[in-house]
């Protein structure tokens, strides 16, 4: 599976929008881009996965660039509730074996 | 509702004591793993299973072991062998790969807290 790069830390206001980036400059043509989050001392969540479209759902917008080495996982009005660590991971879907954490963005939304 | 359930969240063993965490799962999944977390860390895979009675070693199953008995139950012992088992462990599963539903992500429970005095 590809490695990823992240910030490690980012601050949003409550009620903005909060863009967080991945770098993924190695990913191969098969793999997608998913996007986890922990909030502190839970199990990691699901958001979104996308392979080269943007994509949407109820929870999050997932920005891919034309050249797929890179992302942008967008929280349209970030809330309290968001603050948690955010973790790109890109693997080719459906396959097996464990998910590739690395230490994520932290995202701190402030009132 | 289906999920996944892990007992208890927090577990307080002495040292050189083996202990069990328990991960039951009702969402019919056939894969089931092992993660461990330390403090400002990602996740380590310490062991997956893909089928019952069968699973494979992660990046550091050493000092732990598990059992696939049943598809429900995937419980995980820390052994007396691990050198620094306190961390926070986290189980997780998912469809098979070919399968239609949730495009195969992985949905992880709460996760138990396990100190070693």
């Known amino acids: 599976d590809a490695k990823t790069t992240q910030p490690p830390s980012m601050d949003c206001a409550e009620g903005r929008a909060a863009n967080l980036p991945c770098n993924h400059s190695t990913i191969s043509g098969n793999e997608y881009v998913y996007w986890y989050r922990q909030i502190h001392s839970q199990g990691p969540q699901y958001i979104i996965h996308g392979l080269k479209n943007n994509e949407t759902n109820e929870m999050a917008s997932l920005i891919i660039t034309e050249d797929r080495k890179s992302s942008t996982l967008i929280l349209p009005h970030a809330t309290l509730r968001d603050t948690a660590v955010y973790y790109c991971i890109v693997r080719v879907r459906g396959s097996q074996g464990n998910l590739i954490f690395g230490k994520g963005t932290k995202l701190s939304v402030k009132p | 509702d289906g999920g996944i359930t892990q007992s208890p969240k927090y577990l307080f063993r002495k040292e050189g004591q083996n202990v069990t965490l328990s991960c039951e799962q009702n969402l019919n999944h056939d894969a089931m793993y092992w993660y461990r977390q330390d403090p400002g860390q990602g996740l380590r895979l310490i062991y997956y299973?893909?089928?019952?009675?069968?699973?494979q070693k992660g990046d550091i199953a050493e000092g732990y072991s598990v059992s696939r008995e049943k598809k429900e139950s995937f419980p995980l012992t820390v052994t007396s062998a691990q050198k620094n088992p306190t961390a926070f462990y986290l189980c997780a599963s998912s469809s098979l790969a070919g399968t239609k539903s949730s495009y195969n992500e992985q949905f992880f429970g709460p996760g138990t807290r396990l100190t070693v005095l």
């Open positions: 299973s893909q089928i019952v009675n069968d699973f």
